[in-house]
């Protein structure tokens, strides 16, 4: 499984676009007729292949999560690549924490700490608004940078054991979502998410979501906010959920009048 493009941004930010261990900034500067060039690299700590610097020890699905992975320099990884009784794991992980502290006391003196504040292009939302198709849910996913999810404690242990395997799986295409750029493979993604609500449906649980339109600012390379999307689903019993209108007023179908429905 390749690094996903959510996971590159984690690493980006969290190391403030330097390497981690000479601390350059890992961009040449560009010129009228060229871009700058790029020479950072997201180096695992543990190796994926088994022949690979300091591998083993790892799950396979932690292999290409952000806390495997640091930034570095094209110098500095074919370092710690050849050098391995030197740059150990422990000690990579050791580096990878003192950079992310330093970086976060950098943007605290220079242009304030990395954070994420409301943008003020779009509304934030109230109320969740309820899912029932596969494309919905994805068109919410793949522009998303973040999840955040909520279920119901205390349920049947097969509608529970369906719930939480529906939000890995949204989990999972977050991760991917940027890498499936075809339309079959989009429209596969979709499919399969509509399954699971069909399912969770027909099992007496409804599906709400909503975007929250955040801005990443501060830090010491971050010249303009960049957006940043926050997904939030949430699986209801449906005897337990309360459907209403965009001002939150409930919600009944001989009211022809009031806008379409939120959860």
């Avoid at 690493?11 to 390497?19: A, D, P």
């Avoid at 591998?55 to 391995?84: P, R, V």
């Avoid at 934030?124 to 596969?134: D, F, S």
């Avoid at 459907?243 to 919600?251: N, R």
Wanted: charged share 25%; with cysteine; glycine share 6%.
């Amino acid at each position: 499984m390749a690094i996903s493009e959510r996971t590159r941004k984690i690493i980006w930010v969290e190391s403030g676009g330097r390497c981690a261990i000479c601390r350059r900034q890992v961009l040449t500067p560009g010129s009228e007729t060229d871009d700058p060039s790029i020479f950072g690299e997201e180096c695992h700590i543990i190796a994926r292949g088994a022949s690979g610097p300091r591998a083993g020890g790892l799950a396979e699905e932690l292999i290409d999560h952000h806390s495997n992975l640091l930034l570095l320099c094209s110098e500095h990884h074919k370092q710690i690549d050849d050098q391995t009784a030197t740059f150990t794991v422990e000690r990579l992980r050791a580096i990878k924490k003192s950079h992310r502290e330093w970086i976060m006391r950098l943007g605290d003196a220079d242009a304030g700490p990395v954070r994420l504040v409301p943008d003020p292009s779009f509304p934030q939302p109230r109320l969740l608004k309820p899912i029932t198709t596969g494309n919905a849910l994805w068109e919410m996913i793949h522009g998303a940078s973040a999840f955040e999810y909520a279920h119901a404690d205390h349920q049947p242990e097969a509608a529970e054991d369906l719930t939480i395997e529906f939000l890995d799986l949204i989990k999972d295409y977050l991760d991917i979502a940027s890498e499936l750029d075809s339309i079959r493979q989009q429209r596969d993604a979709a499919k399969t998410l509509g399954d699971y609500i069909s399912r969770l449906a027909e099992d007496g649980y409804l599906v709400g979501a909503w975007v929250r339109h955040m801005l990443l600012t501060g830090g010491p390379t971050q010249s303009e906010p960049s957006r940043w999307e926050i997904l939030r689903v949430e699986v209801i019993p449906a005897a337990e959920a309360e459907v209403v209108d965009s001002e939150g007023k409930p919600f009944t179908k001989a009211d022809p009048a009031r806008d379409s429905p939120s959860s």
